[in-house]
């Protein structure tokens, strides 16, 4: 299994949250930097989300088009911040649901030889609904992980 030392680039999930933004920040502290990097953010269809309401069965081309542009630019925000502790970083957008499997799939299509992200510390009924993205990465990827708390 490939360690943080690793040629390969850094993944970076990112959401845009404060979490997210710790974790490029602890990363810039604990890792060699220089290195390569992706930020990826991953948006998932809305048509995913099963308590949105009804089923969608499409959704207006504007609205797509208006959440993947708003998923470019979070990603190009994170690649800054991460260029700005060090990584000699790119962005990256993609489409999945649930987000944690695409991450997982990017680690391993890119080799990347660390996944960092936030994580947002959800417990009980928050937990129970919408999930843990950082707990499911954890523990399905075949490469290191560093999650990262934002201090509060």
């Given at each position: 299994?490939?360690?943080?030392?690793?040629?390969?680039?850094?993944?970076?999930?990112?959401?845009?949250?404060?979490?997210?933004?710790?974790?490029?920040?602890?990363?810039?502290?604990?890792?060699?930097?220089?290195?390569?990097?992706?930020?990826?953010?991953?948006?998932?269809?809305?048509?995913?989300?099963?308590?949105?309401?009804?089923?969608?069965?499409?959704?207006?081309?504007?609205?797509?088009?208006?959440?993947?542009?708003?998923?470019?630019?979070?990603?190009?925000?994170?690649?800054?911040?991460?260029?700005?502790?060090?990584?000699?970083?790119?962005?990256?957008?993609?489409?999945?649901?649930?987000?944690?499997?695409?991450?997982?799939?990017?680690?391993?299509?890119?080799?990347?030889?660390?996944?960092?992200?936030?994580?947002?510390?959800?417990?009980?009924?928050?937990?129970?609904?919408?999930?843990?993205?950082?707990?499911?990465?954890?523990?399905?990827?075949?490469?290191?992980?560093?999650?990262?708390?934002a201090a509060s």
């Amino acid at each position: 299994m490939p360690n943080a030392t690793d040629e390969g680039p850094v993944l970076f999930a990112y959401d845009g949250s404060a979490h997210a933004k710790a974790a490029i920040e602890e990363a810039g502290r604990q890792l060699r930097t220089g290195r390569g990097a992706i930020v990826l953010t991953v948006w998932e269809p809305l048509e995913s989300i099963p308590f949105i309401g009804a089923p969608l069965t499409s959704l207006p081309r504007g609205v797509i088009d208006e959440v993947e542009e708003r998923a470019r630019q979070v990603a190009v925000e994170g690649a800054e911040l991460a260029r700005g502790s060090g990584f000699d970083a790119e962005p990256l957008i993609e489409r999945g649901a649930p987000a944690w499997t695409r991450i997982v799939e990017l680690a391993d299509q890119n080799k990347a030889a660390i996944v960092v992200l936030g994580s947002h510390g959800r417990t009980g009924l928050g937990y129970a609904l919408m999930g843990s993205v950082a707990t499911a990465v954890a523990q399905h990827v075949k490469r290191p992980v560093m999650i990262s708390h934002a201090a509060s």
